[in-house]
């Protein structure tokens, strides 16, 4: 029997492509840089089943013309890229990589935090500068971690995982808001107490920012939610690009309304907003908050193994449509 084609679409590690070479024909993006959309459509043809990283858009046009496919699985806990609802009316099915990213995200999203108040690229910056001279009373002086309240706006595993840090680690007071309430025993585990969006926002001295995108969060961080904070407060994306207002944010920053961010994901990433490259009191890192060597291999074992348990046997691990699966 002949072995069914699938497409890698951006290059990821070899023995994750040696496991997907024993099942299948793979067509395998080795290069540096992502497949223009042309490029994808034209190197779906014939396959059964992609690897996708997170940024390549599966809808209803790129599966009307890959009419072969049948699984998409996404190297990402989040799944922006796909439009689920086509692909469950396309009948293929569509997988993300949960849990094996939970604990090295949060560990990233919490250190973010940190990194944010005690305005340690700012102060690194000045150091590589060669301006480190004197000392001075208030210099680099940010604001406490240890003590203060901790915001946390999307309280899926991740947020959760954000929480019991800040929490169970700092001695932080930790609030969040979700669109649904966590069960009793959850909320306890993590020290959270739910509050409104507005409360959130008033009550934060950090606030990170954890939940998925839709077209409901889009900007769910703009110009009039800045200006609910406190002057003292951080803000902190971890989540994904557009979730905030990255012009009004920069706008924010520059006016002092907030006392810094720190952002791991932009609108229109890997281009960043310019006025946030010139604004001093922001940390920039290029989305890498799942970016641990074990974890980053989980991933993409873990999406692998959807394509095989899949198209092999039947049995995707991590499905996002299982209706698709049928009965
Ligand atoms: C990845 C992510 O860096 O899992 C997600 O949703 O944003 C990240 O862990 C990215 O999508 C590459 O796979």
């Not at 490029?39 to 014939?46: E, K, N, S, T, V």
């Not at 060597?293 to 394509?307: I, Y």
């Amino acid at each position: 029997m002949t072995k069914p084609a699938v497409l890698v679409a951006r290059a990821v590690f070899p023995e994750v492509i040696a496991k997907l070479e024993q099942h299948f024909i793979v067509d395998h993006n080795q290069g540096d840089e992502a497949w223009s959309r042309e490029q994808l459509l034209a190197r779906l043809q014939g396959k059964a089943g992609a690897f996708t990283t997170g940024a390549e858009r599966i809808d209803a046009d790129l599966l009307k013309a890959c009419p072969d496919l049948r699984i998409v699985a996404n190297m990402a806990v989040g799944y922006n890229n796909f439009d689920v609802k086509a692909m469950t009316a396309a009948k293929v099915l569509a997988t993300n990589t949960p849990d094996v990213l939970t604990d090295t995200t949060a560990d990233f999203g919490f250190a973010l935090v940190m990194a944010t108040a005690r305005r340690m690229a700012e102060s690194e910056r000045y150091l590589r500068a060669g301006k480190w001279t004197r000392w001075s009373y208030d210099m680099f002086a940010g604001s406490d971690i240890h003590g203060s309240t901790l915001g946390i706006l999307g309280m899926g595993r991740i947020g959760q995982g954000i929480a019991r840090r800040g929490a169970h680690g700092f001695g932080m007071k930790a609030i969040y808001h979700n669109r649904s309430r966590l069960d009793p025993a959850t909320e306890a585990a993590c020290k959270a107490t739910y509050v409104s969006k507005e409360q959130l926002l008033r009550e934060s001295d950090h606030l990170i920012l954890v939940l998925p995108y839709s077209p409901e969060s889009h900007h769910a961080i703009g110009a009039a939610e800045i200006a609910q904070m406190k002057p003292t407060a951080t803000l902190v994306n971890i989540a994904r690009g557009g979730i905030v207002d990255d012009a009004a944010l920069a706008k924010a920053l520059r006016d002092k309304r907030i006392a810094a961010a720190g952002l791991d994901v932009y609108e229109g990433e890997p281009k960043v907003h310019p006025d946030l490259l010139t604004v001093p009191n922001v940390v920039l890192t290029p989305h890498i908050a799942s970016a641990t060597v074990p974890t980053r291999k989980a991933m993409a074992n873990l999406a692998a193994d959807n394509l095989v348990g899949f198209l092999v046997h039947g049995k995707p691990l991590t499905p996002l449509n299982p209706e698709v699966l049928g009965g």
